[in-house]
């Protein structure tokens, strides 16, 4: 029993995005291989196809906020010597749609179909040696958030004493901003990954 507790705790930890400072300082070139993606539905809520560059800079301001965490200076300068290059081959931005219904017999909203926004941002990388003459590795990352509906009782409820038995569903969407908020947290997943 006590090694199977060590194995699943192994194992949340390796699927957590925490990597490691390194020992020394080191410099990385951030390069993309192909532009920005945006994959957006019919009636979307959050994703701009306009903004595409925006969320890019989300992302590369996530790089780079969370590289000084982790004792590596991004270089932007091409012609400037950096120890690794890292390269985006691809990065996507997502919002795509689902229907969830309510099946609680004892809720007036039974039966009721929400329409909710699945957000997504993805990355695809590559590390290599400064000179590019060696491949490290080659990585993903994502980062994503659903709207969701919930029958939870929520503050008001507990203070005016509504919605004793569960049965309110409310619709719990997501920030305007969301697509810039999910870039870079998935530029910050990218370090972290590099880094374990």
Known sequence: ????????????????????PLKEPATMLVK???ETKVNACINCKY?????WNDYKQAFINGIK??????????????KQSADFVLTISSFTVSESSSSETVNDVNSKFNGQTFQLSNCSADATFKLYNGNQSKLLGEWSSNAFKDEKISNNRNFGDFVFGTNKDNSEYRYKGLDDNIFTVLSEKCGKHVIAKLTR
Do not use: R, W
């Open 1 to 20: 029993m006590k090694h199977s507790a060590i194995i699943i705790l192994l194992l949340f930890l390796n699927s957590c995005y925490i990597g490691k």
């Open 47 to 51: 994703i701009s196809e306009t903004k």
């Open 65 to 78: 906020s969370e590289s000084s965490f982790y004792n590596l200076t991004i270089v932007e300068d091409e």
């Open 32 to 34: 993309f291989a192909t």
